[in-house]
């Protein structure tokens, strides 16, 4: 009998991927400037929408099964949030999110001896 309840629940899943998942900038370019791809599975087909906190990508539909994937030339300073939606419904179907992550800076590390040290 579990079995059924959790053959039901698959029939329904979606799954969100972002690649990549990571983006490290450096201390000469703050920002991310990347081509990022999202792809994405449905167990049963139904029309999407795609939203995000990104402000040349509010929000993108599909309608078309056959397309299973979104790339975007990104350029940010923050992370990036994408949220897929049931486009009939507006039930959050997955979520994934792009991480931007600034490099240390070699001129802030911290000298850990002493001013005074004799060796």
Request: hydrophobic fraction near 40%; include cysteine; glycine fraction near 2%.
């Amino acid at each position: 009998m579990g079995g059924e309840a959790v053959a039901h629940e698959n029939k329904n899943q979606a799954i969100l991927q972002l690649f990549p998942e990571f983006c490290i900038t450096s201390s000469k370019q703050l920002s991310c400037d990347l081509k990022v791809e999202l792809k994405w599975e449905l167990n049963l087909f139904k029309p999407i929408c795609i939203l995000s906190n990104y402000h040349e990508l509010m929000k993108w539909c599909n309608d078309s099964p056959r397309i299973k994937s979104l790339t975007l030339n990104i350029n940010t300073e923050k992370d990036i949030r994408f949220i897929m939606i049931d486009k009939e419904t507006n039930k959050t179907l997955a979520g994934a999110e792009l991480k931007v992550t600034p490099a240390l800076m070699p001129n802030l590390r911290r000298n850990f001896r002493n001013a005074w040290s004799l060796f």
